[in-house]
């Protein structure tokens, strides 16, 4: 989603959680990738201080803009969940409300019948009889009626409440369902907002410059041939498919909030690779860090999803020999680049 590049590490006041070995091995990784993927962005910038600093500044704010990407991408989720838990519940209360309907009018008609019939006592009712016989018979026949009645009604009145319940649970639904769609919307704005300035930094730059930017952040090439071809196999048949969907995609353009087909941000690559693998994951890079588990970056293989950062804002597939593919920013197509690109936070095998 936002640049895969080189980012100052956390200082002591942030969270990591590279253990020292971890981090010995992302520096191995990082070494092995620096060849085949090209120099970070900011030593490919040093004979032009300008673009350098716009280099910084723009990787700064792709950086809060793949935050505000993933904020959103949870924010949709939520929402999503929320809009199929109102449908279910609203179809529920619908099909309740029609059973309530069809009781109240076979109840209805009971009571109009019993009306109709003028209530006359039983007992006087008995000695008016001209077939005293025939009238007991029909008195326990209205009798167990009566007791059935009864028994519909008592019904009737759980179904009403049943249904004031699910009209209840429904309205609360849909106060938080348009407070994700607010949430969402804000996200939205903001993601905008700083690609908008990013934009707007490389437009206003001289022809010079912007051109010693464009060099500067042309990021990761594909490896060499044969370059990863002596990495360990995938940890699984479910990672292999999904790493190979993950190498399909190589080359498709980034496109925030997008799963694929077609475009992807980087959270959105990874979970469409594993579905194509029949494997469902998580939506954002947060969570699809605790979709399996935890393995060291020293014995991370193809298929293993990197995450980065101390926030988890960013997620890559582990491609083998010190590579990941994954979807960097708006501008950069789904690419290789080295795995020690960035701070990592954790390596998840699925």
């Known amino acids: 989603m936002t640049s895969c590049r080189r980012v100052p590490k956390p200082g002591p006041s942030r969270v990591t959680v590279w253990t020292a070995a971890t981090a010995a091995a992302a520096a191995s990784a990082a070494a092995l990738g620096a060849g085949t993927a090209g120099a970070e962005p900011s030593d490919r910038a040093e004979g032009h201080p300008a673009a350098r600093r716009l280099s910084d500044r723009v990787e700064r704010l792709y950086a809060e803009a793949e935050r505000a990407t993933e904020r959103y991408n949870a924010a949709e989720a939520r929402t999503d969940a929320l809009r199929h838990q109102v449908d279910r519940i609203q179809d529920r209360v619908a099909r309740g409300q029609e059973r309530v309907n069809r009781m109240r009018v076979a109840l209805g008609a009971f009571a109009g019948g019993q009306y109709r019939s003028g209530g006359i006592d039983p007992g006087l009712a008995l000695i008016l009889s001209e077939e ?12 167990r009626i009566g007791h059935r ?7 009737f009145q759980g179904a009403q409440r049943t249904l004031r319940q699910q009209r209840a649970a429904a309205a609360g639904k849909l106060v938080r369902l348009e407070a994700g769609r607010k949430a969402v919307a804000r996200h939205k704005r903001e993601v905008r907002r700083k ?9 206003e730059l ?17 490896p060499e041939p044969g370059a ?7 940890s699984s048949s479910r990672a292999a498919a999904a790493f190979g969907a993950a190498r399909a995609a190589l080359g498709r353009p980034y496109a925030w909030g ?8 980087c959270s959105g690559l990874t979970q469409w690779a594993y579905a194509h693998a029949g494997v469902a994951i998580p939506r954002t890079s947060q969570a699809q860090s605790g979709a399996g588990q935890r393995v060291p970056l020293s014995q991370a293989r193809p298929g293993d999803l990197v995450v980065y950062r101390a926030d988890g804002s960013h997620v890559a597939m582990y491609a083998g020999n010190g ?7 708006p501008g950069a197509p789904v690419r290789y680049d080295p795995v020690g690109m960035m701070p990592i936070s954790s390596v998840t095998r699925v």
Do not use: C, W
């Open 132 to 143: 005293p016989a025939a009238y007991l018979e029909k008195a326990t026949t209205l009798e």
């Open 149 to 155: 009645q009864n028994a519909q009604l008592r019904v």
């Open 195 to 203: 690609l908008a300035i990013a934009r707007r930094l490389v437009d």
């Open 206 to 222: 001289p022809p010079d410059e912007r051109s010693a930017y464009a060099r500067a952040s042309r990021g990761g090439r594909d």
């Open 228 to 234: 990863l071809a002596g990495s360990l196999p995938a």
């Open 258 to 265: 997008q799963a694929g087909p077609t475009a992807f941000d």
């Open 323 to 329: 590579q990941v593919i994954h979807a960097p920013h």
